[in-house]
Each structure stands twice: as C-alpha cells, then as structure tokens.
C-alpha cells in the first residue's frame, strides 16, 4: 500500500509563483509516472503535467512554458514550479501515482489561490 503527502501551495499574486511538493510513501514499484491535476468544482480533475520515470515530460497547453514539473527518484517526490500564476490558476491541486502494474494513488490535495 502507498500513499501521497503534498505541501505547498497557498495564496499568490498574480504574476507571482509557487512551489507544489508530493512524496510517495510505503511501496512503490521501480518505474511510475508522477502527475499533477487541478480541480475547480464541480468540474473534473484537470491533467497538468506528467514527468516519467526517466523524466521525459508532458505539459498541458494552458500551463507549458509557466509551470515545471520534477523529481527526485531518491526522495520518491515530485514538485510542480508554478510561476507566472494568474486568477484562472487558483484551483485544488493533486498529485497522481501511477505504477508500472497499473496501480494508482492521488494526493489529498492543496489549494492555491491567486489574488491580488
């Protein structure tokens, strides 16, 4: 059984930055995706940015070129550099696990809000 810890997150001005963390606990298989969604209700979870066991990564249009995602294979985490934030951004965060096998996890989700 694994499980996602996040942190970060908080409230930003527009044009300001954040830094999104998630670390995987208990097992993990060798080879996993790492993701990061927003939610705004009631619509569904939107994809942001996915990076690869070997880092290759994946952005979403409406965040490429603002928003990096990483990670650091020894710490199981993965970190999502938010900058250039605008009102639109503000959103619940999560992070996503998935494994090699097929197996799933998502974060319990963090707000970021931005505001001036």
């Known amino acids: 059984q694994m499980w996602l810890v996040q942190s970060g997150g908080g409230v930003a001005q527009p044009g300001g930055s954040l830094r999104l963390s998630c670390t995987a606990n208990?097992?993990?298989?060798?080879?996993?995706?790492l993701a990061w969604y927003r939610q705004v209700a009631p619509n569904p979870r939107e994809f942001l940015a996915k990076?690869?066991?070997?880092?290759?990564?994946v952005y979403a249009d409406s965040v490429r070129g603002r928003f990096t995602i990483s990670r650091d294979n020894r710490l199981k985490s993965v970190y999502l550099q938010m900058r250039s934030l605008r009102p639109e951004d503000t959103a619940v965060y999560f992070c996503?696990?998935?494994?090699?096998?097929?197996?799933?996890?998502w974060g319990p989700g963090t707000q970021v809000t931005v505001s001036s």
């Open positions: 990076i690869t066991t070997g880092g290759r990564t």
């Open positions: 208990g097992y993990i298989g060798s080879a996993y995706d």
């Open positions: 996503s696990y998935t494994g090699g096998d097929g197996s799933s996890s």
